[in-house]
């Protein structure tokens, strides 16, 4: 079966610090990865998403950046955080042409105040 | 834009009444219409699915209407249980290629009173 993993699960860094948040699944190949943020009394908002390794798409201009730099593993990072970089992270991930609308897997989420 | 809207932040309802949650679209290019639940401090997991070729898809005590000409989804919950207090949200899936994305609606917070 597959899993997603997806640490720490919470996080407190001071601003301008650097951020580094690590995904991975198991028990499939070639997923589709994704990463979602949650702000206090927001929805979910789609960040980054890959189909492949060394591809991301990057859905919002911001400080963060994505990399896949393994099939299974999916990185969130910034070189500066800053305050409104709050929020609950989730990652999912989906296989790729499923034609089922089944939609995504989520991770347990990260929660990363900014202080 | 948002493109996926669900209008009422919150909604309570007596347990074993029924609950309904609205989600309104803009994007005609949606084929498939999900909702997933949410508890604190934890990822979202999968409730049901509708495809945009059907207008309603029923799970046990869950069922999804879709109206297309209106642009409209509502999840019906009947009977309401405590355990359904939750966050829910309604998220529209665009897929090109095989690859696919979800956006998601902001969320309704369902409270069931006992």
């Known amino acids: 079966s597959q899993t997603i993993h997806q640490w720490p699960a919470t996080l407190v860094q001071p601003v301008g610090s650097p951020l580094s948040l690590e995904c991975t699944v198991e028990?499939?190949?070639?997923?589709?990865l994704y990463w979602y943020r949650q702000a206090a009394g927001r929805g979910l908002q789609l960040l980054f998403y890959?189909?492949?390794?060394?591809?991301i798409s990057s859905e919002v201009p911001q400080n963060l950046s994505a990399s896949r730099p393994q099939d299974r593993q999916f990185i969130l990072s910034s070189k500066k955080l800053l305050l409104s970089d709050s929020g609950f992270y989730l990652c999912?991930?989906?296989?790729?042409?499923?034609?089922?609308?089944?939609?995504?897997?989520f991770g347990s989420g990260t929660r990363l105040t900014v202080v | 834009d948002q493109q996926v809207k669900q209008n009422s932040p919150s909604l309570s309802v007596q347990e074993g009444r029924i609950s309904i949650l609205n989600c309104d679209y803009t994007?005609?290019?949606?084929?498939?219409f999900l909702w997933y639940k949410k508890y604190p401090a934890e990822g979202p997991t999968f409730l049901i699915s509708i495809s945009s070729i059907k207008d309603k898809n029923e799970d046990g005590r869950f069922t999804v209407f879709l109206n297309k000409s209106a642009k409209h989804l509502s999840l019906h919950i009947v009977p309401s249980q405590p355990g359904d207090s939750a966050v829910y949200f309604c998220?529209?899936?665009?897929?090109?290629?095989?690859?696919?994305?979800?956006?998601f609606g902001t969320g309704t917070r369902l409270t069931i009173i006992p």
């Open positions: 998220a529209a899936r665009v897929a090109n290629f095989g690859n696919e994305k979800l956006t």
């Open positions: 890959s189909v492949g390794i060394g591809q």
């Open positions: 994007n005609s290019m949606f084929d498939y």
């Open positions: 028990g499939t190949s070639n997923p589709n």
């Open positions: 999912a991930w989906t296989r790729a042409g499923t034609g089922k609308g089944y939609g995504y897997t």
